[in-house]
C-alpha cells in the first residue's frame, strides 16, 4: 500500500514538472516567433499563420489578403537621428498598423521596415483599399525627432491567397506589388531622398 501511494505521488509529481515543460516549451516558441520591439510577430511567426491561411483558403474556399507595407524613407531616419529614433518609429508605426486591423488579422514586422498584415475575408477590392488607407495613416503620421518634425511615408502592396500558392509565391508577389506601388509614387529613387520635414 505504501509503494503504491509513493508511486502515485510521483506520477503526479512527474505529470506536473511535464506540464510545466510544456508550457515552459509554448513561451519559447512564442518568443521565437515574436518580435522583441514592437511585441507583435516576426516573420518566422508570420510565415507559420500564412501557412496555415493557405490551407483554409484551399479547404474552405475562403477569402484572405496579405499587404505588404515598406516604409519610405526610414533608412534616412536612422542615418539622421540614430537607431533609438529608428526604434521609437517603428513602434509608432507598428502601433497604427494594428489599431488599423481587426482582432481576427495578423499583423507582423516581416524584417527591417518591412511590415506584413493578413486580412481575412476581404474581397481583393477591399484589400486595395485598406492598403491605401494604411498608406494614409503612416503618411499622416508626426514623428518629433529631435528639433525636427518629420514624416515617414509608406508603399503597401497587395496580393489575394490562393490556396494552391506557396507562402513564397505570395511574400514574393506581394513584395513587387509594393514595389511596384513605391515606384509609381516616385519614392523608389536610385538613392534614398532627405527626410520630409513637416510643420
Known amino acids: 500500500m505504501l509503494a503504491s501511494r509513493e508511486a502515485e505521488s510521483r506520477l503526479r509529481t512527474l505529470e506536473s514538472e511535464l506540464g510545466a515543460a510544456h508550457a515552459r516549451i509554448r513561451h519559447l516558441e512564442t518568443l521565437i516567433e515574436t518580435d522583441p520591439l514592437l511585441?507583435?510577430?516576426?516573420?518566422?511567426?508570420?510565415?507559420?499563420?500564412?501557412?496555415?491561411?493557405?490551407?483554409?483558403?484551399?479547404?474552405?474556399?475562403?477569402?484572405?489578403?496579405?499587404?505588404?507595407?515598406?516604409?519610405?524613407?526610414?533608412?534616412?531616419?536612422n542615418d539622421q537621428f540614430g537607431h533609438l529614433a529608428g526604434d521609437a518609429t517603428l513602434q509608432v508605426v507598428s502601433d497604427t498598423i494594428v489599431r488599423s486591423c481587426r482582432n481576427s488579422d495578423v499583423v507582423a514586422r516581416f524584417g527591417g521596415d518591412e511590415f506584413a498584415v493578413l486580412f481575412w475575408n476581404l474581397s481583393e477590392e477591399d484589400a486595395h483599399a485598406k492598403a491605401r488607407t494604411l498608406?494614409?495613416?503612416?503618411?499622416?503620421?508626426?514623428?518629433?525627432?529631435?528639433?525636427?518634425?518629420?514624416?515617414?511615408?509608406?508603399s503597401a502592396g497587395v496580393t489575394?491567397?490562393?490556396?494552391?500558392?506557396?507562402?513564397?509565391?505570395?511574400?514574393?508577389?506581394?513584395?513587387?506589388?509594393?514595389?511596384?506601388?513605391?515606384?509609381?509614387?516616385?519614392?523608389?529613387?536610385?538613392?534614398?531622398?532627405?527626410?520630409?520635414?513637416?510643420?
Open 135 to 154: 498608406e494614409k495613416r503612416i503618411d499622416e503620421l508626426r514623428l518629433r525627432l529631435a528639433a525636427d518634425c518629420v514624416s515617414v511615408g509608406a
Open 160 to 199: 489575394m491567397l490562393d490556396g494552391s500558392d506557396s507562402p513564397d509565391q505570395i511574400i514574393r508577389r506581394a513584395d513587387a506589388d509594393m514595389y511596384s506601388r513605391k515606384t509609381a509614387k516616385g519614392r523608389a529613387p536610385r538613392h534614398e531622398p532627405a527626410l520630409r520635414a513637416v510643420s
Open 39 to 77: 511585441d507583435i510577430l516576426n516573420r518566422r511567426g508570420f510565415e507559420r499563420e500564412l501557412t496555415r491561411a493557405i490551407a483554409r483558403v484551399a479547404r474552405y474556399d475562403g477569402s484572405a489578403a496579405i499587404v505588404f507595407i515598406d516604409l519610405d524613407h526610414f533608412k534616412s531616419i
